[in-house]
């Protein structure tokens, strides 16, 4: 049974900054690509940022140069750096990880419903 476990979340200043890192119990981490999303009261779950199994990243606009995502595959672990943080940033942040069968080491998504695993949430409150 796959599982992961988002922690690091917590209450911080506007222009703060938080680590969040997602612990994975997948035989085979290193092979998933590995995902952040969030969602916040009252709005749809949206993508943050992603990691390949190449390590290829990608973030969405609204935390490109704020945001770091990474992983530790000897961990079994994914992180999501986040600098600057603004209070748009509060919402409830996932970990999620894709099976991604017959994709390419650089391959990564940044919808949703392309995951397969989700972890159970990390609130993250940014105060103004």
């Known amino acids: 049974q796959v599982q992961l476990v988002e922690s690091g979340g917590g209450l911080v200043q506007d222009g703060g900054s938080l680590r969040l890192s997602c612990a994975a119990s997948?035989?085979?981490?290193?092979?998933?690509?590995m995902g952040w999303f969030r969602q916040a009261p009252g709005k749809e779950r949206e993508f943050v940022a992603a990691i390949s199994r190449g390590l290829n990243r990608a973030y969405a606009d609204s935390v490109k140069g704020r945001f770091a995502i990474s992983r530790d595959n000897a961990k079994n672990e994914v992180y999501l750096q986040m600098n600057s943080l603004k209070p748009e940033d509060t919402a409830v942040y996932y970990c999620?990880?894709?099976?991604?069968?017959?994709?390419?080491?650089?391959?990564?998504?940044?919808?949703?419903?392309?995951?397969?695993?989700w972890g159970q949430g990390t609130q993250v409150t940014v105060s103004s």
């Open positions: 997948i035989r085979t981490f290193s092979n998933f690509p």
């Open positions: 999620a990880g894709d099976i991604a069968w017959g994709r390419s080491k650089y391959y990564s998504s940044s919808d949703s419903k392309d995951y397969d695993y």
